[in-house]
């Protein structure tokens, strides 16, 4: 079983939907967790940044970890077809942060 | 303000052969990792360092070599390179001290045939 579980997709929608991404994971260490999103051909640039469990949320951009269940989410609303892109979930229990685990990455395509 | 810079952008090796990636920040971090993200695997973690002269293994460290004899250079040695080692490889680097976001240089695309 993988540490990190993150459904490829790709998911397509619709401009103006509201999508959701998520990750499940396995260690129950993880305390810190992360969504980089990731256009093609480039690096990955930090999207939002979450500590332990709860909700953070940034312009259309809301981050939920839930660690009772070892679900983490990304929601986008109003989404945008510059939102198109992959977009991994990284998780770390080092209290550095430093080393992350990262997920599959979801392909996300915003038809406009 | 470059951020992190990577070269080459693309490399074909044949089996055998050996290669440098470079990978150079200019945001004065301390910490700088090498990953390797290969098509619906997410990126994983080869080796990482915490500063100059300090260099750790990651998840797979197997058939590459590192040295970090500086803060902004970090260089990625690939010896007796193989098929499985066909991916796109990525360089980041952050601060220390709390801060999680890692700045993530463009890649570099390697295959070996």
């Known amino acids: 079983q993988k540490e990190v579980e993150q459904d490829p997709g790709p998911l397509s929608v619709p401009e103006g939907a509201i999508v959701s991404l998520n990750c499940t994971y396995s260690?129950?260490?993880?305390?810190?967790f992360m969504w980089y999103r990731q256009y093609s051909r480039k690096g990955p640039e930090l999207l939002m940044y979450?500590?332990?469990?709860g909700n953070k949320e940034d312009g259309r951009f809301t981050a939920q970890v839930d660690k009772s269940s070892k679900y983490i989410s990304l929601f986008i609303r109003d989404s945008q077809p510059s939102d198109s892109a992959t977009y991994l979930c990284?998780?770390?229990?080092?209290?550095?942060?430093?080393?992350?685990?990262f997920g599959a990455g979801t392909i996300l395509r915003v038809k406009s | 303000n470059a951020g992190v810079t990577q070269t080459p952008k693309f490399r074909i090796l044949k089996i055998g052969q050996s290669m440098t990636l470079q990978c150079t920040q200019d945001m004065n971090h301390n910490y700088m990792y090498w990953y390797r993200q290969d098509p619906g695997m997410g990126l994983k973690l080869i080796y990482y360092?915490?500063?100059?002269?300090?260099?750790d293994k990651g998840e797979v460290p197997n058939g590459y070599n590192v040295s970090r004899s500086t803060t902004e250079d970090f260089p990625l040695r690939l010896e007796l390179a193989a098929p499985s080692q066909t991916s796109v490889y990525f360089c980041a680097s952050s601060t220390a001290g709390g801060n999680y976001e890692q700045y993530f240089g463009p890649g570099t695309r390697l295959t070996v045939t």
């Open positions: 260690n129950s260490a993880f305390q810190y």
């Open positions: 360092s915490v500063g100059a002269g300090i260099t």
């Open positions: 979450t500590y332990s469990s």
């Open positions: 990284a998780m770390s229990a080092d209290v550095g942060g430093n080393k992350l685990v």
